[in-house]
């Protein structure tokens, strides 16, 4: 931009005076509106924890078993050893046996006996295996 100015007589001077451009501000409220829904978005969009049951029926206290229902015992040993009526099988045969076991009577219930110092990962992989060999009623019992 270009601005006539008065000089001497005959004489014509120019003065040329450039605008200052202003630096765009940008707002931090929007920026925070923005960040506050992705916030919200994704805390509802995704799952935290994968939540898995294994449905088991822990005895009551005071109550002794009976001995007239039949049952399939699993027994967990300190050493990660496992046996099943008392035959000692693999983790990954416990699954295929136990699936025999169950074909001839799919009701029947199985009771899973953890020695004492037993990892509880190991009795959660147990748990797991048989409910992946279609075991439906578990029960966790003490010596």
Excluded: K
């Amino acid at each position: 931009m270009s601005y006539r100015v008065l000089c001497p007589p005959g004489v014509v001077c120019l003065i040329d005076m450039e605008r200052r451009r202003r630096r765009p501000i940008i707002g931090l409220t929007p920026l925070i509106d923005v960040v506050f829904i992705l916030l919200i978005f994704f805390m509802l969009a995704s799952s935290f924890l994968d939540w898995r049951a294994i449905p088991l029926e822990v005895p009551r206290a005071g109550l002794e078993p009976s001995s007239e229902v039949p049952g399939i015992l699993v027994r967990i040993a300190r050493g990660g050893e496992i046996d099943l009526n008392g035959i000692p099988v693999t983790s990954g045969g416990l699954a295929r046996q136990l699936a025999r076991l169950l074909q001839s009577s799919p009701n029947v219930r199985v009771l899973v006996q953890p020695q004492a110092g037993v990892p509880l990962q190991q009795v959660v992989r147990v748990l797991d295996d048989l409910s992946g060999a279609g075991a439906r009623h578990v029960s966790l019992v003490r010596r």
